[in-house]
T-cell receptor, first 113, second 111 residues
Framework: DSGVTQTPKHLITATGQRVTLRCSPR?????VYWYQQSLDQGLQFLIQ???????AKGNILERFSAQQFPDLHSELNLSSLELGDSALYFC????????????FGSGTRLTVV | GESVGLHLPTLSVQEGDNSIINCAYS??????FIWYKQESGKGPQFIID?????DKRQGQRVTVLLNKTVKHLSLQIAATQPGDSAVYFC??????????FGQGTTLQVKP
């Protein structure tokens, strides 16, 4: 157990729908990062939050959004889902805003049908 | 653009042999590199890291080598075991908080 908790583990939904993925960081970690892992793209950075504030953005689609709450858990919202959004979505956390001490959760597998 | 790549998509080794997994990166300004192991159904797991002011770092059964001249990174696993079978990723990190991952090498260990 890495200490980073992601729910749900699996999600199957239809095209056009909206889903919310949840991440609880490791105790004491202030930064949360979201990554998408698809078969043809590898692991791609989506977005980073640090202590509630957005800090960095990667190749995140406009249909996707995220936030980090006062208790430091984070949610990734995916809307108007397309078949191509099917992927593994990973959350990671670290104490500070750098990549030192990065710890990944076990991911949410999203299947869009 | 940014890229961190691995040379071989699949590496097959005999149990007990040493494994070497390679990675090439393109950003010469990168100063921090990490190797991750990903088993099926799990998230990436930290193996070892190295900063750009070093050229070698050793852990338990693993060694990372960094050659900044040719922008090359390698992971050596000694006495490879069946439990080492996984996908291995190199990643480039730093103060930005963003990790740039390579495509991954699948290590298959034959008994």
């Amino acid at each position: 157990d890495s200490g980073v908790t992601q729910t749900p583990k699996h999600l199957i939904t239809a095209t056009g729908q909206r889903v919310t993925l949840r991440c609880s960081p490791r105790s004491g970690d202030l930064s949360v990062y979201w990554y998408q892992q698809s078969l043809d793209q590898g692991l791609q950075f989506l977005i980073q939050y640090y202590n509630g504030e957005e800090r960095a953005k990667g190749n995140i689609l406009e249909r996707f959004s995220a936030q980090q709450f006062p208790d430091l858990h984070s949610e990734l919202n995916l809307s108007s889902l397309e078949l191509g959004d099917s992927a593994l979505y990973f959350c990671a956390s670290s104490v500070v805003g750098s990549t030192d001490g990065y710890t990944f959760g076990s991911g949410t597998r999203l299947t869009v049908v | 653009g940014e890229s961190v790549g691995l040379h071989l998509p699949t590496l097959s080794v005999q149990e007990g042999d040493n494994s070497i997994i390679n990675c090439a990166y393109s950003n010469s300004a990168s100063d921090y590199f990490i190797w991750y192991k990903q088993e099926s159904g799990k998230g990436p797991q930290f193996i070892i890291d190295i900063r750009s002011n070093m050229d070698k770092r050793q852990g338990q059964r693993v060694t990372v080598l960094l050659n900044k001249t040719v922008k090359h990174l390698s992971l050596q696993i000694a006495a490879t075991q069946p439990g080492d079978s996984a996908v291995y990723f190199c990643a480039e990190g730093g103060n930005t908080g963003k990790l740039i991952f390579g495509q991954g090498t699948t290590l298959q260990v034959k008994p």
